[in-house]
């Protein structure tokens, strides 16, 4: 086992070994949110601020943790989700990362705008993976990708509504990585990648090719980073509707998750579609700021579809304690963000690995002091405290 491993016993463990050894505009990337980050802040003050209800005297000599979802048998209820760029926090990191949840029995979700392309993971894993979809202007290009993802064995389709445009993020603005085109940009994000050795080494020098492995087809020889964000906002089709989902069905037969819901009304259009799931999400705090935590928003939407659809939820989830916490409140199962991507910078595969590994030991302890022996036995009766429907706790 590593020093680095050893060393942490938590995503905020991990997140404090990334900061140190990624140049500041990834690390900013990853960690940060949209205009004051309210959102982001509330994500998990929320999550905390939910108490459990402690019983004892039953009989939790065994604890089941598996689940099935969209007729795969999950070790746990948690996903890795889709995370831009995580490629360039360690040598071809979702492939990394991808092998990690193989591994956990858990399925990891590949972005998009992820700098391994839809074939490598494939070909560093055994097992399916997700993909997720933004709405591109070019629907040939889609296409092409949704038959690739397809023909590659892809078991899912997260379907990501909530970034019809880019949201603003200061963050990435102080750092160097928007707002600074051109060579003195890229001499800046050069400086903070020599600045940072172990980085330099590890995905600077040998984790190339750098570039957005699914998208490297239509940006030609324009792959900086600066080609990223002129590609986002060139390419994200603000005019997309409920009705352009009748495009991704005409092209993908399998399980299609619809991420970024926050309201009931939504919630309600995905099931009247045909989405076999949902994800609880307000893209990490990373898009509108101010609005709903996941936790506060999730009751109400799982009591309206929940036995139409599967939903899941994210932001916030820092521990196996927040994912029981997410479960309580009504959701199926529960995608892994920043945890993940903090551990893959500091310790790649294997910190993936063992952040899963932690994610399932602090579950056990969680469902045992709550007198829960499988994941269907977690509900809302194991809450000493509750979001009712207008958001405010009990």
């Known amino acids: ?49 939910i108490a459990l209800r402690q019983r004892v005297l039953n009989d939790v000599s065994t604890i089941d943790l ?15 989700a889709p995370i831009g760029l995580a490629g360039m926090n360690a040598r071809r990191g979702e492939v990394q990362a991808a092998r990690a949840a193989e591994a956990a029995g858990v399925p990891f979700c590949l972005s998009t705008v992820s700098a391994c392309p839809l074939d490598e993971v494939a070909a560093g894993t055994t097992k ?23 023909a590659l064995g892809c078991s899912a389709l997260v379907f990501t509504v909530d970034m019809p445009v880019p949201g603003s993020r200061y963050r990435d603005y102080h750092s160097g990585l928007a707002g600074a085109p051109g060579l003195g940009g890229a001499l800046r994000r050069a400086w903070q990648g020599a600045t ?20 490297a087809p239509v940006l030609g020889p324009n792959t900086g980073l600066e080609d990223f964000f002129a590609w986002m906002r060139n390419n994200f ?56 935590s996941s936790a ?23 521990s196996g304690l927040d994912v029981v916490r997410m479960l ?43 007198g829960c022996t499988d994941i269907s036995s977690i509900d809302r009766s194991r809450l000493a405290n509750q979001f009712p429907h207008n958001g405010m706790i009990e």
């Open 196 to 215: 940072h050795p172990r980085w330099a080494w590890d995905v600077g020098l040998n984790g190339r090719p750098h570039q957005l492995g699914n998208v």
């Open 128 to 150: 399916p993976f997700w993909f997720q979809l933004y709405m591109i202007r070019d629907r040939g290009f889609m296409r092409e990708l949704l038959e690739k993802a397809r």
């Open 328 to 370: 309580a409140l009504g959701a199926d199962a529960v995608l892994l963000g920043r945890a993940w991507v903090y551990a893959l910078s500091a310790a790649g595969q294997a910190g993936v690995a063992h952040v899963l590994r932690q994610v399932e030991a602090e579950m056990r302890v969680a469902m045992a002091l709550t």
């Open 66 to 80: 598996a689940t099935t979802l969209f007729g795969q048998r999950l070790a746990l209820p948690v996903g890795l």
């Open 237 to 292: 089709d603000p005019s997309v509707s409920w009705r352009d989902l009748d495009f991704i069905r005409q092209t993908w037969d399998g399980p299609l998750i619809i991420k970024g819901i926050l309201d009931v009304e939504d919630a309600k259009a995905a099931a009247a579609i045909g989405a076999d799931g949902i994800v609880v999400s307000n893209h990490g705090g990373r898009q509108l700021d101010g609005v709903l």
């Open 296 to 318: 506060r928003a999730l009751p109400p939407i799982a009591d309206a579809v929940r036995d139409r659809l599967a939903v899941l939820a994210d932001g916030g989830i820092r």
């Open 1 to 49: 086992m590593s020093r680095k491993i050893r060393t942490a016993a938590s995503a905020i463990d991990y997140r404090e070994l990334a900061r140190r050894r990624l140049p500041p505009f990834l690390f900013e990337y990853i960690d940060g949110g949209s205009y004051a980050e309210v959102t982001l802040k509330r994500n998990v003050a929320d999550l905390e601020a």
